[in-house]
């Protein structure tokens, strides 16, 4: 889902020898939260201030709640054990709202991963042989713990990505869930007897787990691209070394740490963040490594596609999109609107099944560009702990630069901007939510995803015109439409050439359904009782001379 960028050499620059400890572990037992942990909503507001101090204060208040009950880690975790990067360096997190400093975590490469897929693999030998309802059982108490503490979780979350704190709550039900569902479905694994069409032989097909899994995980969903593989790993058999964004480790390391509390053996998960590229040349090399998934760019994606050929390992691959969200003429505006104000601006349109391209027929464009333009002026930008706010900043400065990028080549080739269009007041990487009209099919903004929220309207006359623009892309993840239609509703839905597509409803998301892509969108799908598949082998086995 998201854009996993791995190879900032400035980012290494930023390596320290200094690092802060905390040996405390999270809560176990409670299902309220701490009254000392509870969050002091800071003030923004939508004028240009100088930085807010009380804003600022309320996010250090925050980072030092968590830190005191243990939330805070900053070591990698290896064999069940925190530890240091071998030559001590560290790499600082940033709270992308306000510019500090959260943490300086271990900053691992080549190395400290290798002694990770040594510990997986150690792991795998015992793991695998555990029986499905003991799988079960220890990622139903994962499921608990991290419902126990979503609270914090989602602290945690808004501090180092940004979005609302009520979003990033939102997420740790939603990752919470993946758990759940293959707890339940590491019981469903069933293999096959096949009738031979010899009489004295007996054929059976059994599915067995891949092995150690790599698992590389974006910055735009922390948690939950985390618990959307290593959920069915884990119920399938296999043991993980997990890669997260080195811009958002901290839920990534707290989530490990929920793990063991959960008596998830040690090996079984391994957490490593840092050196990007270092990382994963060592996940790609080693042959103890059977499959990478990864949530990231289609660039990098390929990359590791390719690298992976060399030991032959499994792949799954959640790449960039380019979505489509279509408005027909005979579409419920209401619905409209609120369909593409939740796909576009969820997370500040930081999502790869964003809404990157929003098509509108010629006679409900001025009707739904005005009700759209009211609605968007209406989303609060802000700190994610401030009271009310929806809109969170961009991940990083170049983040909003890209944004800057594109909107700069639309304007240019002849696009209008109605709304925003510019760096928002509060400074930092806030970017105003932002509507342009009178854009096409060929224009940088329409080709590239945005990442960012900016709303591109593009006008179209025939049912097969836009059909025709949706599917004029290499991405294929995810499309939406609207439309009261329900003829149109099935030939449109069987022509959109995307993995994931949604009718009359902008957040489609769910661990119940199969989540993946088309084209140059991935391969491979994540959720529902077909994620399981990513991490089984099937093995067919003939017995002979029966008779």
């Known amino acids: 889902m998201s854009r996993l960028l791995t190879s900032r050499v400035s980012l290494f620059r930023l390596c320290t020898t200094s690092v802060s400890r905390n040996g405390r572990f999270l809560s176990t037992t409670s299902n309220k939260v701490d009254e000392s942990l509870k969050v002091e909503e800071a003030e923004t507001v939508n004028v240009p201030p100088p930085?807010?101090?009380?804003?600022?204060?309320?996010?250090?208040?925050?980072a030092a709640r968590l830190n005191s009950s243990g939330f805070l880690r900053t070591?990698?975790?290896?064999?069940?054990?925190?530890?240091?990067?071998?030559?001590?360096?560290?790499?600082?997190?940033?709270?992308?709202?306000?510019?500090?400093?959260?943490?300086n975590v271990a900053c691992m490469g080549n190395r400290e991963t290798n002694d990770a897929i040594s510990s997986a693999y150690d792991a795998f030998k015992s793991w695998s042989k555990t029986t499905a309802a003991e799988r079960s059982k220890c990622l139903r108490k994962?499921?608990?713990?991290?419902?126990?503490?979503?609270?914090q979780?989602?602290?945690?979350?808004?501090?180092?990505?940004?979005?609302?704190?009520?979003?990033?709550?939102?997420?740790?039900?939603?990752g919470a869930s993946f758990l759940e569902f293959f707890a339940e479905e590491a019981k469903h694994v069933y293999g096959d007897i096949i009738p031979s069409t010899l009489a004295d032989r007996r054929?059976?097909?059994?599915?067995?787990?891949?092995?150690?899994?790599?698992?590389?995980?974006?910055?735009?969903?922390?948690?939950?691209?985390?618990?959307?593989?290593?959920?069915?790993?884990?119920?399938?058999?296999?043991?993980?070394?997990?890669?997260?964004?080195?811009?958002?480790?901290?839920?990534?390391?707290?989530?490990?740490?929920?793990?063991?509390?959960?008596?998830?053996?040690?090996?079984?998960?391994?957490?490593?963040?840092?050196?990007a590229p270092e990382i994963g040349d060592a996940l790609i090399a080693s042959p103890q490594v059977r499959k990478i998934t990864f949530t990231g760019s289609t660039a990098v994606g390929k990359k590791l596609m390719a690298g992976a050929a060399g030991t032959v390992k499994k792949v799954s691959l959640e790449l960039g999109g380019n979505a489509p969200c279509i408005i027909f003429d005979d579409a419920d505006l209401e619905v409209a609107i609120k369909g593409t104000l939740g796909t576009k601006f969820r997370n500040s349109g930081q999502t790869c099944v964003c809404a990157n391209r929003i098509l509108v027929q010629e006679g409900i464009y001025d009707k739904f560009v005005s009700a759209l333009s009211v609605a968007v002026?209406?989303?609060?930008?802000?700190?994610?702990?401030?009271?009310?706010?929806?809109?969170?900043?961009?991940?990083?400065?170049?983040?909003v630069q890209k944004v800057e990028t594109l909107l700069q080549d639309a304007v240019s080739k002849g696009a209008k901007v109605l709304l925003g269009g510019k760096r928002h007041g509060l400074g930092f990487t806030f970017?105003?939510?932002t509507v342009i009209g009178d854009v096409n099919n060929d224009m940088r903004i329409s080709r590239e995803e945005v990442f960012g929220p900016v709303a591109p309207l593009l006008r179209f006359k025939t049912e097969e015109e836009a059909i025709s623009i949706a599917n004029d892309t290499n991405a294929g993840l995810a499309a939406y439409f609207f439309s009261t239609n329900v003829q149109r509703t099935w030939r449109v839905a069987e022509a959109l050439e995307y993995g994931i597509v949604g009718v009359n409803e902008g957040l489609v998301s769910t661990e119940v359904a199969p989540f993946g892509g088309v084209k140059q969108s991935g391969l491979g799908r994540e959720g529902s009782k077909y994620g399981m598949d990513e991490y089984l082998e099937m093995k067919y086995i003939c017995l002979g001379n029966m008779s």
């Open 142 to 151: 994962w499921y608990d713990l991290l419902m126990a503490n979503k609270e």
């Open 431 to 433: 970017y105003e939510p």
């Open 377 to 399: 002026k209406n989303l609060k930008v802000g700190d994610g702990f401030g009271e009310g706010v929806v809109q969170g900043p961009l991940i990083n400065e170049a983040a």
């Open 153 to 174: 979780l989602g602290e945690l979350i808004t501090l180092e990505q940004g979005k609302p704190l009520k979003e990033a709550i939102g997420e740790v039900s939603y």
């Open 51 to 62: 930085p807010s101090e009380k804003l600022s204060m309320g996010t250090n208040d925050v």
């Open 203 to 275: 054929l059976f097909v059994l599915k067995q787990p891949v092995g150690v899994v790599g698992a590389i995980t974006p910055w735009n969903f922390p948690l939950a691209m985390i618990t959307r593989k290593v959920g069915p790993a884990l119920a399938a058999g296999c043991t993980v070394v997990i890669k997260p964004s080195e811009f958002t480790p901290l839920t990534a390391l707290a989530a490990a740490e929920l793990a063991h509390q959960a008596g998830i053996p040690p090996g079984v998960i391994n957490v490593v963040m840092g050196n």
């Open 75 to 103: 070591q990698g975790f290896i064999g069940g054990k925190w530890v240091d990067a071998n030559d001590k360096k560290t790499i600082q997190v940033n709270n992308p709202a306000t510019g500090e400093v959260i943490a």
